[in-house]
């Protein structure tokens, strides 16, 4: 299987496991995060393939997405092994896959140059315009409310706590994960492409808390 086929392949089984999803992390977050991940690949010298593939599975694995962690790092090993022929770039993808969620900001560091470019193109799919409405789905669908003042921002080193997806709400998400992210940033390109995404963030919520405050004063009769 050349590499054309072998990313046709791995884009079907994506759509196949992701197309339905209602949570932010659909088709379509995989897609980006792909394209992002190659170009990033191409500008810090990276493998392009290995990037390209580990991004296009990454999702399909996630712990959100299954019964738990090992059972959708399985799912996608089984598929590596009946694709791929080189074991070792196999080995590669799993690695990757399996250390780059956020989890909290605890998680291990990504051992390969390739790994980190992966991880910085999933981080910046959480950010910018983008990420907002991605936040805003996903606490959607997990019930969450947009916004309650009088609820503090949880600490979120705690992986239990992280993946307590009862608690919290849209806006606290922001400063438990989002505004993170750009200091968590492993390449210079990522950085760079992170910096824009997390100034739009900040004037965000400026104009939120701006127009929640005016709408919650009482009017004066």
Not at 45 to 54: E, K, P, R, S
Not at 56 to 77: P, R, T
Not at 93 to 120: H, K, R, Y
Not at 128 to 146: C, D, L, N, Y
Request: proline share 2%; aromatic share 8%; charged share 25%.
């Amino acid at each position: 299987m050349d590499h054309e086929q072998l990313i046709a392949a791995a884009e079907g089984f994506a759509k196949e496991q992701l197309g339905r999803d209602t949570t932010g992390h659909d088709w379509f977050h995989t897609d980006r995060v792909r394209n992002t991940a190659a170009l990033i690949a191409g500008m810090e010298g990276a493998d392009v393939l290995v990037c390209t593939i580990a991004a296009l599975l990454h999702d399909v694995a996630d712990e959100k997405l299954n019964d738990s962690k090992e059972a959708g790092l399985q799912k996608v090993a089984g598929w590596l092994e009946e694709h791929l022929e080189d074991a070792g770039q196999t080995g590669h993808i799993m690695q990757i896959i399996g250390t780059m969620s956020f989890s909290g900001g605890g998680g291990a560091p990504m051992a390969t140059l390739e790994g980190q470019c992966v991880q910085d193109a999933d981080r910046l799919d959480a950010l910018g315009a983008i990420g907002i409405a991605r936040t805003m789905v996903f606490s959607g669908a997990k019930g969450r409310p947009v916004y309650d003042p009088e609820e503090a921002p949880r600490d979120e080193s705690l992986q239990k706590e992280y993946r307590d997806y009862s608690k919290g709400t849209a806006v606290n998400h922001f400063y438990e994960k989002l505004l993170k992210l750009k200091d968590l940033m492993n390449t210079s390109y990522g950085r760079k492409l992170a910096e824009e995404r997390h100034d739009f963030m900040l004037l965000y919520l400026e104009q939120f808390y701006k127009e929640w405050n005016q709408g919650s004063r009482k009017p004066l009769i």
